[in-house]
């Protein structure tokens, strides 16, 4: 069951899970998120949320079309 969060690593490198994440072996992957790939949706319009959903409908389509199966 992948688990994606995205969470902000202070000084102490200490980060908190998701309650529902399982004890035992996990695998971690950290993978830093670039100021470009942090979308703020504070201030946009419908419009802009519109269009931003769109574009990320649109890319990954054959993905979701195949999960759809």
Avoid: C, Y
């Avoid at 969470?7 to 490198?13: G, M, P, Q």
């Avoid at 670039?34 to 319009?45: G, Q, V």
């Amino acid at each position: 069951m992948p688990i994606t969060q995205t969470v902000e690593i202070t000084a102490d490198r200490r980060i908190t899970v998701p309650s529902d994440v399982p004890t035992g072996k996990t695998i971690i992957s950290f993978t830093p998120v670039a100021e470009k790939d942090i979308i703020e949706f504070a201030d946009a319009s419908n419009e802009e949320v519109m269009a931003i959903g769109e574009e990320i409908l649109n890319k990954h389509i054959s993905a979701f079309k195949a999960l759809a199966q």
